[in-house]
């Protein structure tokens, strides 16, 4: 082990090496992981000739260019935060590019866009220095994600993947095929850019028993990069699916409206000015009609999250919007006169809707035996 470069059987600490390498180097000891290194936080504070030759050696232990460079940060990839797209990435690095590519990833820590996000998701607002993870590159005949289940529907297993490099598909800027699998490898749906599907049926299920594999290592559901090169399957990286909810929560997510205000892709610094703003006009909007300000400090979740970030696109978060709706009086006229006004195509079914007003009924019943309970503690007290 050098003083500034770690590798998978150095067994770091994930302090030193951060999320993104931490999680492969607990994958590597089950999947084909293309090999790596990576250099600790502690690097930005010395010299460039002071690492630069522990880097080359480095390299060359992972053989001939090109390289991705990506970051490791300790708050990247956790069940709370992922990160996804904050930190610059560089790919297809030539080897005298690397030390640059490395000082560029360090300085995004302290990037507006990173601060935005970082106060999105309630972290400090203290600019961060990212480990750096240098990756040989696969040259991927096709790659891709997939998630081991689907964060929207939860009913099934997701496959995307594109021809080449699957940068553009994971920053949007391009589609791929899409495919839906059962919990058993079956093809449910497939949607194809063009005419010829990307994977066959036995590739599909490599990557949905690689998805699988990797959900039950970690413990939780899985968003996994893959890549394919001449018939050899590699797994990239493997993280958790932050917006997944167990089966009994309820997530749906729907644009009809707000695609006016917010079409196609957007940025996440934008996505998080528009969360922030609807936060705070509805919290206003709710103290203006007299919500007690009991009730909604015990909703602040909803507030907060009334909006949804997905594949780079803004949605409503449906039900955070009908437990809004039923903070007022005559919830069953305000949830059509919503749906309505949102242009929601279907109205929200009728056992939903009552387990909605059941759950709020039973909050404020706890608020109001709280109160009594303050009221006795007083009076027993004088």
């Not at 790596?36 to 502690?42: D, N, S, Y």
């Not at 994600?145 to 997701?158: E, G, K, L, R």
């Not at 000015?273 to 919500?291: D, K, N, P």
Request: proline share 4%.
């Amino acid at each position: 082990m050098t003083k500034y470069i770690l590798f998978p059987h150095d067994k770091p600490l994930k302090e030193l090496m951060g999320g993104k390498a931490a999680s492969l180097c607990s994958l590597g000891e089950k999947f084909p992981i293309p090999s790596w290194f990576v250099v600790t936080p502690e690097a930005a504070h010395q010299s460039l000739s002071d690492i630069q030759k522990e880097i080359t050696n480095a390299l060359k232990k992972l053989g001939d260019s090109p390289f991705a460079v990506r970051s490791s940060s300790i708050e990247e990839d956790t069940l709370s935060s992922s990160f996804a797209g904050q930190f610059k990435t560089f790919l297809n690095v030539p080897i005298d590019q690397v030390l640059e590519s490395i000082k560029l990833i360090w300085e995004s820590g302290s990037e507006q866009s990173v601060q935005a996000y970082r106060q999105a998701m309630g972290l400090d607002q203290s600019s961060i220095i990212p480990a750096v993870l240098v990756q040989k590159m696969v040259r991927a005949d096709v790659a891709g994600v997939a998630f081991s289940i689907d964060p929207v529907s939860q009913n099934c297993i997701t496959i995307v993947a594109t021809q080449g490099l699957a940068d553009k598909l994971v920053s949007g800027e391009v589609n791929g095929d899409t495919y839906r699998l059962s919990l058993q490898h079956e093809l449910i749906a497939q949607h194809l850019v063009n005419e010829s599907p990307l994977l066959s049926i036995s590739q599909l299920s490599q990557i949905a028993n690689v998805a699988l594999d990797s959900e039950k290592f970690f413990g939780c559901p899985q968003d996994i990069e893959w890549a394919i090169e001449d018939g050899n399957f590699y797994l990239l990286q493997s993280r958790p699916i932050t917006t997944f909810k167990n089966q009994e929560d309820l997530l749906i997510w729907d644009n009809s409206n707000i695609v006016e205000s917010y079409s196609g892709i957007v940025s996440p610094l934008t996505f998080s000015f528009a969360l922030r703003a609807y936060e705070g006009v509805y919290t206003s909007f709710c103290q203006l009609i007299r919500v007690p300000s009991k009730r909604i400090e015990e909703k602040k979740t909803v507030f907060m999250n009334m909006l949804g970030y997905v594949n780079g696109r803004i949605y409503y978060n449906l039900i955070n919007w009908y437990e809004l709706i039923s903070l007022m009086p005559g919830f069953q006229f305000n949830r059509r006169f919503m749906e309505q006004m949102m242009g929601v195509s279907e109205s929200l079914p009728n056992h939903i809707a009552v387990k909605i007003i059941t759950k709020n009924s039973q909050d404020k019943m706890r608020s109001f035996m709280g109160s009594v309970s303050g009221l006795r503690a007083t009076t027993f007290a004088n």
